[in-house]
């Protein structure tokens, strides 16, 4: 077995941004407004703000996906999925180390997500590698989200 390399978003793989994200979406929540938004126009709403996009891709498939989205005060990982049949080869956790890699190296002061309480196995991975729960803003963009946890860099 190959192993899984992550790389940087390149346009021909904004389909995969979507489909990966809209199944995880739709396999335990929904598709909100600002995800549809944001998923069918990643170049547009992360890169071209300042944000970054990496792909997990294993033997010539992207198989997971992670964004690090500029909410202009900080940076959010965001729209981290992989593809339910790749589940248990730990690319969830190889895209987490290579974004706080990524931000260490932009010498960033800390990685913000949203997330919630029922992802245990995400939630357990972002307590691994050191998130720290903060209270969540009333105002936060996502419906769903009932925690949001901060890394400090």
Not at 25 to 31: D, I, N, Q, R, T
Not at 56 to 64: D, F, M, T
Not at 73 to 86: D, G, R
């Amino acid at each position: 077995m190959l192993d899984t390399s992550i790389i940087p978003f390149e346009e021909k793989y904004s389909n995969d941004f979507y489909n990966l994200n809209v199944e995880w979406l739709e396999k335990y929540f929904y598709v909100e407004p600002y995800d549809k938004k944001v998923l069918s126009n990643p170049k547009e709403y992360i890169i071209d703000n300042g944000g970054f996009i990496f792909f997990a891709k294993h033997e010539e498939e992207i198989v997971g996906t992670v964004a690090l989205i500029n909410q202009t005060n900080f940076f959010e990982l965001s729209k981290m999925a992989v593809s339910p049949k790749h589940h248990g080869l730990k690319i969830g956790q190889k895209l987490m180390d290579y974004c706080i890699d990524f931000a260490r190296r932009k010498e960033w002061k800390s990685i913000t997500l949203y997330s919630h309480r029922t992802l245990v196995p995400a939630i357990n991975l972002y307590k691994k590698v050191g998130f720290k729960e903060v209270e969540v803003e009333k105002n936060s963009h996502y419906e769903r989200a009932d925690i949001k946890m901060v890394l400090e860099l």
